[in-house]
T-cell receptor, first 114, second 109 residues
Framework: DAGVTQSPTHLIKTRGQQVTLRCSPK?????VSWYQQALGQGPQFIFQ???????QRGNFPDRFSGHQYPNYSSELNVNALLLGDSALYLC?????????????FGPGTRLTVL | GIQVEQSPPDLILQEGANSTLRCNFS?????LQWFHQNPWGQLINLFY???GTKQNGRLSATTVATERYSLLYISSSQTTDSGVYFCAASPYNTDKLIFGTGTRLQVFP
């Protein structure tokens, strides 16, 4: 049973560029959430996708956008990168039951913005 | 919004010692999870425990939802237990996990 997978593992970009991160959920899961973890802090919720739509959003600017495909995989896009966007980006998957299901995390993508 | 606080922030133990990590949350929740983050950043699920008590080997957890706290017990700690332990909770009617600031555990031989 494959767990949550993310690609790429590491990424280096320069300020102003755009980046796309990818996530495949655990088998049997249909909901994908994205989190940003800055160094030394806990992960912060960015947004969640279910049925190819954004269901919930955290306190992140519109530069952060996403997409979910019919096979439940998801992308996180960040435009106009800032130095402060350097972080570990984590994807979590779950089964939609309205609320409160266990979330399983992928290994993350470490983004460095120079 | 809901606040999640963890204590202690840092814990240093010798192999074989026991420890208790605490998580306080400010409002009712429908999801409470404990994670262990390894040095490579992977968040490993330990427990899904919005209420009650669970045990898994040397680890156990208890959540008292009415008093808004959860405890993670680690017995006979090993060097491989080192890392950061996070508690995360979801407010009612949402799926987003709100994380605490973590407890950094170091276990020395």
């Amino acid at each position: 049973d494959a767990g949550v997978t993310q690609s790429p593992t590491h990424l280096i970009k320069t300020r102003g560029q755009q980046v796309t991160l990818r996530c495949s959920p655990k088998s049997g899961h249909d909901t994908v959430s994205w989190y940003q973890q800055a160094l030394g802090q806990g992960p912060q919720f960015i947004f969640q996708y279910y049925e190819e739509e954004e269901r919930q959003r955290g306190n992140f600017p519109d530069r952060f956008s996403g997409h979910q495909y019919p096979n439940y995989s998801s992308e996180l896009n960040v435009n106009a990168l800032l130095l402060g966007d350097s972080a570990l980006y984590l994807c979590a998957s779950s089964s939609f039951r309205g609320a409160g299901d266990t979330q399983y995390f992928g290994p993350g993508t470490r983004l460095t913005v120079l | 919004g809901i606040q999640v606080e963890q204590s202690p922030p840092d814990l240093i133990l010798q192999e074989g010692a026991n420890s208790t990590l605490r998580c306080n949350f400010s409002d009712s929740v429908n999801n409470l999870q404990w994670f262990h983050q390894n040095p490579w950043g992977q968040l490993i699920n330990l427990f899904y425990i919005p209420s009650g008590t669970k045990q898994n080997g040397r680890l156990s957890a208890t959540t008292v939802a009415t008093e808004r706290y959860s405890l993670l017990y680690i017995s006979s700690s090993q060097t491989t237990d080192s890392g950061v332990y996070f508690c995360a909770a979801s407010p009612y009617n949402t799926d987003k996990l709100i994380f605490g600031t973590g407890t950094r555990l170091q276990v020395f031989p």
